[in-house]
């Protein structure tokens, strides 16, 4: 079993209640239903807190946090909501000391999460997916214990489109950024054609475009759309492009 099942099962002994980070633009996306259901068959709480959701669209997530409960929505980044969540997490635990892991896929923000909530650097953080590499316990105050852990892939899936959509595998390190670049462009057109201000619609003529925008042209005025997929990849996972 990989490590990083390992201090899963570990968290899922040691934890009263789970959290499970989301990225609120791609929730579905981020959902890991395979912790779901270890953390239901456990008999333990879990709470879902979709982040970063100052880069998400408000209304649809209100609709969308309706059908995930318990849920809370927060921004680590910009520090929103995580007063919320606190109080949501000992309401859970009818106000009695008690041990939360955070669960996630990598990069969803987990660690920021934890230095959110205890306003401080303790989970060290990286813009790298798979930053966190063991188990890290940060007290959040005299009731709230939080475990970080690493970030966990569901053991079969092997979606790298998804991966380099949801930052799951950072930009640098995905080995065919034209393919990735080319299926987000594909499934979110309307918000980068809006970005990037371009009329095309197939999705490779979009990327030859934002070569020509970022650009990505080598001698002989060919464009360089593998440079321009990963830039364009390592924009859209900093959440540059709205």
């Known amino acids: 079993m990989p490590t990083f099942w390992k201090h899963v099962n570990e968290v899922l002994r040691e934890a009263d209640i789970i959290i499970e980070v989301l990225d609120a633009r791609f929730i579905e996306e981020t959902r890991n239903r395979e912790i779901e259901y270890k953390v239901r068959s456990g008999g333990k709480k879990i709470l879902y807190v979709l982040n970063k959701c100052d880069l998400a669209n408000i209304e649809e997530l209100k609709v969308k946090a309706k059908e995930l409960q318990p849920s809370v929505f927060i921004s680590s980044k910009e520090k929103l909501g995580t007063t919320i969540l606190k109080k949501k997490i000992l309401q859970l635990s009818q106000g009695e000391r008690v041990t939360v892991g955070v669960l996630g896929y990598p990069n969803v923000g987990k660690s920021s999460l934890i230095n959110a909530l205890s306003g401080r650097g303790s989970a060290r953080t990286s813009s790298e997916s798979g930053f966190t590499k063991g188990l890290q316990k940060v007290r ?7 475990i970080d852990t690493p970030g966990v892939f569901p053991k079969e899936e092997k979606d790298i489109a998804k991966f380099g959509k949801t930052s799951a595998i950072s930009s640098g390190k995905i080995k065919d950024p034209e393919y990735v670049a080319m299926k987000i462009i594909e499934e979110e057109k309307g918000r980068i054609k809006k970005h990037f201000q371009i009329e095309e619609n197939d999705p490779e003529e979009i990327l030859e475009r934002i070569a020509v925008i970022f650009k990505k042209v080598r001698k002989g005025k060919e464009l360089d759309l593998d440079a321009a997929a ?12 709205k």
Not at 140 to 146: A, E, F, G, Q, T
Not at 230 to 241: H, V, Y
Request: glycine share 6%.
């Open 140 to 146: 959040v105050d005299s009731k709230i214990m939080l």
């Open 230 to 241: 990963r830039l364009f990849l390592k924009k859209w996972q900093e959440g540059k492009i």
